[in-house]
């Protein structure tokens, strides 16, 4: 091309892909946040390997072109030969089947109330309690009873894991789910490298970034979570300078009250000593503790609900409600031109808009604030959860009733 051996108009076209030795073009990672750059500012055709034609497609508006080697992208800018345009890619929406059904597990109804609540609202979640009490099963549960993403979080989801070279699917249509392991390095989980790479954190953008056993995280990734929990980005700093990433989560945390699992809990007594609990409770701040919205409490199902005939309510059942929340929040929201779409997102502005509390319920949640010693962060979110809990009933006001409710959740056995 610098030899003006091709002659072709350059303008507005748009070449990315790699080169191997034998000329053919190799998939890259990062197509889809190119295309929509390349559709932001104008440019008409782009021209990517072959592989990454379908995930190009999904933007409208460009000419997309499917090229396997550099000979034939030669012969199509000199006109010898023509390559044909690619075709719009359809996105299916896949209906998200988790493995496990809120039917499947037998009891913990105030857990299965408090997970609704927590996805209806968008509101971080922790459960606590002794080990084999169903902890895991009841978080796997949850990611099927979250909403489908609208077609602008699918677009950021997507291109992230697009970026990140964990996309399994050409489109993310539903929330992800992501569960690290507790002995997950910080970088994989909050991100970095000499190149910054979204890390765990970011990749559940959206979704559901499910930490277990969370107290045995490594203090500092504990702590990381403070950015992405109250502003939904998170920042990785490097020699060369900070990269910002998006982290739009909801956390759901479980664990053990204890080292041994059974301080506050029905069944075995506590073993642990009193300095092993006071470490392991100072594993989680106070600030980390204030932006937990919900805390659940799953103890030891009695046998008698174990054999019982009757099942609870399917998942199914818990997301139809959750979707009807969801669209009263959304309307509510539309009416003030704010541009978020779920409870937990509101800032302290919005709340003086968008919520209103009546004498009695004000008063109720100032003398829980008193006698529980709420800050400031946790009495806002209390409101947030109280709005959520009115939506589930479909109530324009938040009543006492709300109020107590959401007042409920705060943690009592795992106080720091």
Request: proline share 6%.
């Amino acid at each position: 091309m610098a030899n003006s051996e091709i002659k072709f108009d350059p303008e507005k076209k748009l070449f990315l892909g790699e080169l191997s030795l034998d000329g053919k073009l190799r998939p890259v990672h990062g197509i889809l946040p190119v295309a929509r750059f390349a559709q932001k500012y104008g440019f008409e055709e782009l021209y990517v390997p072959t592989e990454n034609v379908r995930e190009a497609a999904i933007i409208d508006g460009l000419s997309i072109f499917g090229v396997s080697s550099l000979p034939t992208l030669i012969e199509h800018l000199s006109g010898v030969v023509k390559i044909p345009k690619a075709k719009l890619t359809i996105v299916d929406k896949v209906k998200l089947v988790s493995s496990i059904d809120f039917s499947d597990i037998r009891g913990q109804e105030r857990a299965k109330r408090g997970l609704l609540i927590a996805a209806a609202g968008g509101h971080n979640v922790a459960m606590y309690g002794p080990p084999g009490t169903g902890k895991t099963m009841l978080a796997k549960a949850f990611a099927g009873i979250l909403p489908e993403l609208s077609f602008e979080e699918a677009l950021e989801a997507t291109s992230i894991h697009s970026v990140a070279g964990t996309l399994s699917e050409t489109f993310i249509t539903n929330p992800p789910f992501r569960a690290p392991h507790h002995t997950a390095s910080y970088v994989s989980l909050v991100g970095g490298g000499t190149v910054p790479r979204p890390g765990e954190i970011t990749l559940a953008h959206y979704g559901v970034l499910f930490m277990d056993e969370f107290p045995e995280f490594d203090r500092r990734v504990i702590e990381s979570l403070r950015q992405p929990l109250e502003d939904k980005t998170i920042s990785v700093s490097r020699a060369k300078g900070t990269a910002h990433f998006p982290a739009n989560v909801l956390l759901v945390a479980a664990m053990n009250p204890c080292p041994c699992g059974n301080f506050g809990f029905r069944g075995k007594p506590c073993i642990c000593t009193p300095s092993a609990l006071s470490r392991y409770r100072r594993k989680m701040s106070g600030p980390i503790m204030d932006r937990i919205d919900i805390w659940l409490e799953v103890d030891r199902v009695l046998p008698s609900s174990l054999s019982g005939d009757s099942e609870g309510d399917k998942s199914e059942t818990f997301r139809n409600r959750v979707e009807k929340a969801r669209t009263a929040q959304r309307e509510r929201f539309n009416k003030k031109g704010k541009k978020i779409s779920r409870n937990a997102e509101m800032n302290a502005r919005d709340m003086v808009t968008l919520v209103t509390l009546d004498k009695e319920s004000r008063k109720t949640l100032d003398l829980a604030a008193l006698r529980l010693g709420f800050s400031p962060r946790v009495y806002h979110r209390m409101i947030k959860v109280a709005r959520t809990i009115a939506d589930l009933e479909r109530s324009e006001e938040i009543t006492n009733a709300h109020i107590l409710e959401a007042v409920e959740y705060r943690p009592k056995k795992f106080d720091v």
